[in-house]
Nanobody, 114 residues
Framework: VQLQASGGGLVQAGGSLRLSCAAS????????MGWYRRVPGKEREMVAV???????NYADAAKDRFTLSRDISKNIIYLRMNNLKPDDSAVYYC?????????WGQGTLVTVSS
């Protein structure tokens, strides 16, 4: 399984970005897919995940600002991030899990300037 993340960049506080994660196989085959992030010196944390049945779960820091969605026909999940804050600056990783294991994308850097 390969996961290709994209969409990171530099944005001012209050701005928006949309991250994309393209999977090499159907997103519907994964038990869960989602986004995690890591700030240097800190552990990687969950941002948002979507289950095979389409149920989403968000970290408290992401609720009401971030939206996770998927396009099953394109094997892509998206993370729309609105009202970004400097604390959202991190490397964002796409993650997928199925019965065979857990997979990570290469990470995409998000930098939010104040």
């Amino acid at each position: 399984v390969q996961l290709q993340a994209s969409g990171g960049g530099l944005v001012q506080a209050g701005g928006s970005l949309r991250l994309s994660c393209a999977a090499s196989e159907s997103t519907f085959r994964f038990n869960n897919m989602g986004w995690y992030r890591r700030v240097p010196g800190k552990e990687r944390e969950m941002v948002a995940v979507i289950s095979q049945l389409g149920r989403t779960n968000y970290a408290d820091a992401a609720k009401d600002r971030f939206t996770l969605s998927r396009d099953i026909s394109k094997n892509i999940i998206y993370l729309r991030m609105n009202n970004l804050k400097p604390d959202d600056s991190a490397v964002y990783y796409c993650n997928a899990q199925n019965q065979r294991g857990e997979y990570w994308g290469q990470g995409t850097l998000v930098t939010v300037s104040s």
